[in-house]
Every structure is written in C-alpha cells, then in structure tokens.
C-alpha cells in the first residue's frame, strides 16, 4: 500500500510494523546495557573482594574459585555472552522495521563491536572504546531511521 492510501483516522496501515519494532529495540537495548553495565562492574572489581582486576582476570571471575562473582552480577557475567548476540539481534531486527530497513545491516556490525569489545579481547580501553562505538552507532542509526525521507517529488509545487 502506498504512503497516500490511508485509512479513516488518517493513518497509514503501513506503519503499523513500523511502530512494532521499538520492542524488539527496547528489549535489545536493555538487555545490552545489562551486559555492559555487569562487564564493567566486574573489570572494575564490584562484587568479590577478590574479583580481578582488568578483562585480563574475567576468566577467574566466570569459573570456580575465590574469584567467582555471585548474585546478579555473576549469572549477567556468565550469561553476557549470549545476552549481547540476543541484543544485538533485536536491536537489528527493530531497525529492519524502521523506515530505512537498510540501518538493520550496520546495527548488526555494531552489535558485533560490542561482542568482540566485550569477550573477544583482554585490554580495558579497547573494551570502553568497543562499548562507545557500539552505542553511538545504534543512536546515529536510531536517529537516522527516524528522520522523515526527502522525497524529491514532494518539495515540488503543483
């Protein structure tokens, strides 16, 4: 259906998909924050005393051990991996509904910055940096896909 059949209210049945996927994105991104926040909170020491100290230790943190994190911040370490791919799958299949479904293609790249900052490699810095390029390319692309299209024959005068 094209953008100028409408229905009653005035509103186009087209973008009923489109408003479905802020789900998909809000559940995506929750949980990419609870990742990230469980991450940094364990390569900074929060939850053991003898927690270790940089990425380096996260292995001691996720096995057996006196530097194993219990309670939440524990079972979000242990779970992160599989929690960031669900994330950034959801947050990928949000953007496939937006207005620009092309944006759901760099979405997926920057979910896996994400991943590979957060599990693929031992260096802090590398980790934060992967985390603000993640999320400052979920809020371009977020931005992005909201903004209306210039359609060309729509500025013209009849």
């Known amino acids: 259906m094209s953008p100028r059949h409408t229905t009653g209210n005035g509103s186009s049945s087209?973008?009923?998909p489109?408003?479905?996927?802020?789900?998909?994105a809000a559940l995506g991104v929750l949980g990419s924050a609870a990742?990230?926040?469980s991450m940094i909170a364990a390569a900074v020491?929060?939850?053991?005393?003898?927690?270790?100290?940089?990425?380096?230790?996260?292995?001691?943190?996720?096995?057996t051990g006196p530097g194993r994190l219990g309670g939440v911040l524990g079972a979000l370490v242990r779970i992160g991996p599989w929690l960031?791919?669900?994330?950034?799958?959801?947050?990928?299949?949000?953007?496939a509904l937006t207005r620009r479904p092309v944006t759901?293609?760099?979405?997926?790249?920057?979910?896996a910055v994400l991943y590979a900052g957060m599990y693929a490699q031992s260096s802090l810095p590398v980790m934060y940096a992967s985390i603000a390029i993640g999320y400052l390319a979920w809020a371009s692309l977020a931005l992005w896909a909201?903004?209306?299209?210039?359609?060309?024959?729509a500025s013209r005068s009849p």
């Open 14 to 16: 087209a973008c009923l």
């Open 18 to 24: 489109r408003r479905a996927g802020w789900w998909p």
């Open 35 to 37: 990742c990230t926040v």
């Open 45 to 63: 020491g929060v939850g053991s005393a003898t927690a270790a100290t940089g990425m380096a230790g996260m292995t001691s943190t996720t096995g």
């Open 84 to 95: 960031i791919v669900a994330s950034a799958l959801l947050v990928s299949a949000a953007f």
């Open 104 to 111: 759901a293609i760099p979405a997926l790249v920057a979910g």
């Open 146 to 153: 909201v903004r209306p299209r210039q359609n060309a024959t």
